[in-house]
């Protein structure tokens, strides 16, 4: 079975503070992606990268940057917390050429 | 970009009920069309998934799926829910060539037993 961890599922931050959230997948995939998740607005893209080393804005880019320095692991980055990042955030993987994505199991993060 | 419609955010029903939710995307063209399930507390799942032939799908837990080129829809139908359907059901879709995939805002289905 594929896994796609996360590194917490819950975390409480502080407005101003840098905030990581690490994404772990042991099946090879290429290609990782973080989301957020609201109620009412689905689930919104960040961030996506096909490679390491590589990656792409999603839809909703700002306020976050990523990090792929190893194929397995796609690090999702908060340079300054604010209150309108409180979420969930979903991380996500798949094979190139398999178009079926596995989901880890979120993180919800409360900004206050 | 590719859009995706899910109408009735919040739907609710008595168990035995038949559920059918609405898809529709924005882009024609080759695509692959999805339904996941979130379960309360639980992983986003796939329910089932479309990408050639015929277009009635099934998927787990007597989920089924019809892809409807003409209409750019992919509905979600079960005939008879039962309490443990309770979750968010989402449906994405995949442009070909394009590794992203585009979600709908979500169904809140509540089966009341």
């Known amino acids: 079975d594929v896994k796609v961890t996360q590194s917490s599922r819950y975390l409480v931050k502080r407005t101003g503070e840098k905030v990581f959230l690490e994404c772990v997948q042991d099946?090879?995939?290429?290609?990782m992606f973080w989301y957020r998740q609201d109620p009412g607005l689905g689930l919104r893209l960040i961030y996506f990268?096909?490679?390491?080393?590589?990656?792409e804005k999603g839809d909703i880019p700002e306020g976050y940057s990523v990090s792929r320095e190893k194929k397995e692991r796609f690090s999702l980055i908060l340079e300054s917390a604010s209150t309108n990042q409180t979420s969930m955030y979903l991380c996500?993987?798949?094979?190139?050429?398999?178009?079926?994505?596995?989901f880890g199991p979120g993180t919800r993060l409360t900004v206050t | 970009a590719q859009s995706v419609s899910q109408h009735n955010h919040h739907v609710i029903l008595s168990e035995a009920a038949s559920l059918e939710l609405g898809c529709n995307y924005s882009?024609?063209?080759?695509?692959?069309l999805f339904w996941y399930v979130q379960y309360p507390g639980q992983h986003l799942q796939l329910l089932l998934k479309?990408?050639?032939?015929?277009?009635l799908v099934k998927g787990i837990k007597g989920f089924e799926a019809e892809f409807i080129k003409s209409k750019f829809s992919f509905n979600l139908r079960k005939p008879s829910v039962q309490w443990s359907d309770t979750a968010e059901y989402f449906c994405?879709?995949?442009?070909?060539?394009?590794?992203?995939?585009?979600f709908g805002k979500g169904n809140q289905v509540v089966v009341i037993p």
């Open positions: 994405a879709v995949k442009s070909y060539g394009n590794n992203r995939l585009a």
């Open positions: 882009y024609g063209g080759t695509v692959n």
């Open positions: 479309y990408f050639s032939g015929d277009p």
């Open positions: 996500a993987s798949i094979r190139q050429g398999n178009d079926e994505q596995y």
């Open positions: 990268s096909y490679d390491v080393k590589m990656k």
């Open positions: 099946m090879d995939h290429e290609n």
